[in-house]
């Protein structure tokens, strides 16, 4: 059946560069995103990416996609405190097809 | 504007009791759905509303009920409720399909002891 998989602790010194990794078992998936939780707080989305691209930038986000392993990364870039968050990777195929949602990965920065 | 909001914060019931869920968003979303977060889990889909008018089951929809009240409003209701409900609940909505982004509200914490 379909399935998210994701590690569910990383975590990174200030100023490094973080790598938050997820896999994703249903290969017609159309649309990969990546969602931040701050605590106490609903999920907000950082970014999304399309199944025909292997890789998006934004800001100090990098987005790779491995279409062939079903593999999913999230990289940040100079990582702040300001980043301690939980990320959900998820995957959908469109239109009213469910998103699933990986456990999450409990990014931590320590100084 | 607010985005979504989603009344109560926090709820603690006792098993068999009933309660509802309110949910609102203020951004003319024509999507509407409800999610439980367990530890460990990620996100459930238990329902949702494409449009005003109609609700469709998600992935755990067993003893949950909803309401579209209107393009703004859609509510989850606990008909008598079970330890195993407890859970966070989030609200969200979204323009209009899954493919399109995902507003959230800050979520219910329940409990059901």
């Known amino acids: 059946g379909e399935d998210v998989e994701q590690s569910l602790f990383l975590s990174v010194r200030e100023g490094d560069s973080s790598v938050i990794n997820c896999t994703y078992t249903d290969s017609s998936s159309t649309y990969l995103y990546w969602y931040k939780q701050e605590p106490g707080a609903g999920l907000q989305l950082l970014t999304y990416i399309f199944s025909n691209m292997d890789m998006k930038q934004d800001q100090r986000l990098t987005v790779l996609l491995n279409k062939k392993d079903k593999h999913l990364s999230l990289r940040i870039a100079d990582t702040q405190t300001g980043d301690s968050a939980i990320y959900f990777c998820a995957e959908g195929t469109g239109g009213y097809n469910k998103l699933i949602f990986g456990a999450g990965t409990r990014l931590a920065v320590h100084p | 504007n607010a985005g979504v909001t989603q009344t109560p914060k926090f709820q603690v019931l006792k098993t068999g009791q009933s309660m509802t869920l309110q949910c609102a968003q203020d951004?003319?979303?024509?999507?509407m759905y409800w999610y439980r977060q367990d530890p460990g889990m990620g996100l459930r889909l238990i329902y949702y509303?494409?449009?005003?008018?109609?609700?469709d089951k998600g992935e755990v929809p067993n003893g949950y009920n909803v309401s579209r009240l209107n393009k703004r409003e859609f509510s989850l209701r606990l008909e008598s409720a079970a330890p195993s409900q407890t859970s966070v609940y989030f609200c969200?909505?979204?323009?209009?399909?899954?493919?399109?982004?995902?507003?959230f509200g800050p979520g219910t914490r329940l409990t059901v002891t």
């Open positions: 969200a909505s979204s323009v209009g399909d899954f493919s399109y982004e995902q507003y």
């Open positions: 951004m003319n979303h024509n999507s």
């Open positions: 509303s494409a449009s005003e008018g109609t609700t």
